[in-house]
C-alpha cells in the first residue's frame, strides 16, 4: 500500500530542496502553457465574435425567393417540417404586401411594408409575433412616424379598384410590440396570415367586413395558395442546403452563403494555425519535461535508492516521481492561467480601443480552462511514468556503493 501523506511529504519536502531546478522546471512549462493559452483564447474570441454576429443578425439565415409562383398551406407545412428549416410562412403577392397606416392628420406612414409572421419569427426574436386578432407589430421607423408605442391604437387604410369605383378600407389595429431599430430598418407592420390574406382578398374585389364596407362579391371557398415564402434557415450551417434544395425544385433564390462560409474559412485557418503551433509546442514540451525528469531522476539515483533500501516499493517509486510531477504541473499550470489572465487583458485594452478590432476579443471558458488543465497533466502524467519506469530499476545496493 502507498502512504500518500509520507509521499507528499517528501515530494513537497524535495522540491523546496531544490527550489531552483523546480522553480525552472515549472517555468519551461509556463513557457509552454500561457503562450499555447493566448493563442487559443485570441483564436477563440474571434471565431466566436464572428458566429456571434453570423447568428445575431436574422437575415444571414434568410432564404429569399426572387420569383412568384403559387405554394398551398401543405407544401409550406411540409416545408415547415424540414430538419433544415427554422421558420417559414407564406406571402402573398408583391402589391398586397403593402398600406397605408396613419393615426391622425400628422402622423401617417405611407405604403408601409405589411410583413406575415409567426411565433418563432426569427426576425423579430420576440414571444409578441405569436399575434392574434387585430395585433400587429411595427418597426422602428414606423412607430417614429406615427409616434406610438406598444399599446396604442393604429389604423390601417387600403384601396381597391371595383366595378371603375375607387374605394377604401379601414380597420384598427393594436400595436403590441415595436422592434429594435437593428432588426429592420424600413417603415413596416408585421401581421398575422390572417389580415394578410384578408389584404390580398378584399384587394381582388372580394367583401371583407373587416375592412368596414360592404361591397364586394363574397368570399369563395377557393383554396389559399401564396406567391412566396418567408423562409429562414434553422442554423447557418443549414442555409446553403436548403438553398441547393430549393434550386432543385427549380424555385430561384438568394442568400448569404457567401459570408457564412467565409467565417468557416476563417475558422478553419485559424484552426489549422493553432493546431501546427500547438503540435509544435507540445512536441518540444514533452521532450523538455522528459529530459528534466531523467535528469533530476538521474541526479537523485542515491536518494531514491535509499528509499528502496528502507522498504518504498516499485508503485511507491512510481507513486513519488508522478506526485512531484503533478505537484510542479499544477504550479506552473496555475502560473501560466495567470500570466494569461494578465496578458489578455492587455490585448483586450489594445483591440478594444482600436475601431477595427473592438468587436474581438482574448477569451476562453471555464471549460475550456479546465480541459487545457487535463490535457497539461495528462502530457505531464505521461512524461512522469516514462521516469517512473526509469526509477523503479534502480536498485537498493546503490545506496550502499559509496559508503
Known amino acids: 500500500m502507498i502512504d500518500f501523506l509520507l509521499l507528499w511529504r517528501l ?17 519551461s512549462l509556463v513557457a509552454v502553457i500561457a503562450p499555447l493559452l493566448l493563442l487559443f483564447g485570441l483564436k477563440h474570441g474571434v471565431v ?3 458566429q456571434k454576429e453570423l447568428l445575431s ?22 416545408l415547415q ?13 408583391s402589391l398586397n404586401t403593402q398600406a397605408d397606416l396613419y393615426v391622425d392628420n400628422r402622423h401617417f406612414v405611407e405604403n408601409a411594408e405589411v410583413i406575415p409572421t409567426a411565433k418563432g419569427d426569427p426576425l423579430l426574436n420576440t414571444v409578441s409575433s405569436d399575434l392574434q386578432g ?28 371595383l366595378n371603375q369605383l375607387i374605394e377604401r378600407g379601414e380597420t384598427s389595429l393594436e400595436v403590441v410590440a415595436v422592434l429594435e431599430k437593428s432588426r429592420f430598418l424600413r417603415p413596416a407592420i408585421f401581421v398575422n396570415s390572417a389580415l394578410l390574406i384578408a389584404l390580398e382578398q378584399f384587394r381582388d374585389g372580394m367583401h371583407i367586413p373587416q375592412f368596414g364596407l360592404k361591397t364586394g362579391t363574397p368570399v369563395t371557398n ?46 478553419r485557418v485559424l484552426n489549422l494555425i493553432f493546431s501546427v503551433i500547438a503540435l509544435t509546442a507540445l ?32 508503485l511507491s517509486i512510481a507513486g513519488y516521481v508522478v506526485l512531484q510531477a503533478f505537484i510542479v504541473t499544477t504550479l506552473a499550470y496555475i502560473a501560466g492561467l495567470g500570466l494569461y489572465m494578465l496578458v489578455s487583458e492587455i ?57
Open 11 to 27: 515530494v513537497s519536502r524535495d522540491l523546496w530542496h531544490d527550489r531552483k531546478v523546480s522553480f525552472c522546471m515549472a517555468a
Open 48 to 50: 466566436s465574435q464572428l
Open 57 to 78: 443578425d436574422p437575415r444571414n439565415l434568410e432564404i429569399k425567393m426572387l420569383s412568384s409562383a403559387a405554394y398551398s398551406p401543405d407544401w409550406i407545412a411540409q
Open 81 to 93: 417540417h424540414k430538419a433544415e428549416v427554422g421558420f417559414a410562412i407564406g406571402q402573398t403577392r
Open 134 to 161: 387585430g395585433q400587429v407589430i411595427l418597426s422602428d421607423s414606423a412607430a417614429q412616424q406615427l409616434n406610438v408605442k406598444a399599446g396604442d391604437t393604429i389604423h390601417l387604410r387600403v384601396l381597391r379598384k
Open 222 to 267: 377557393m383554396p389559399v395558395v401564396f406567391a412566396k415564402v418567408r423562409l429562414y434557415a434553422k442554423r447557418a450551417d443549414d442555409v446553403a442546403g436548403l438553398s441547393d434544395w430549393l434550386a432543385k425544385q427549380r424555385i430561384e433564390n438568394t442568400s448569404r452563403v457567401a459570408e457564412i462560409e467565409a467565417v468557416k474559412a476563417i475558422n
Open 283 to 314: 512536441i518540444g514540451c514533452v521532450a523538455s519535461l522528459m529530459g528534466a525528469f531523467i535528469a533530476n531522476i538521474d541526479r537523485k539515483r542515491k536518494g531514491l535508492a535509499t528509499l528502496r533500501l528502507l522498504g518504498f516499493s516499485n
Open 347 to 403: 490585448f483586450n485594452q489594445v483591440l478594444v480601443s482600436s475601431q477595427n478590432t473592438r468587436s474581438f476579443s482574448v477569451d476562453i471558458s471555464v471549460g475550456h480552462a479546465v480541459l487545457a488543465f487535463l490535457l497539461t497533466m495528462l502530457i505531464a502524467v505521461f512524461v512522469s511514468l516514462i521516469g517512473a519506469l526509469r526509477a523503479i530499476r534502480i536498485q537498493p545496493a546503490e545506496s550502499l556503493r559509496e559508503l
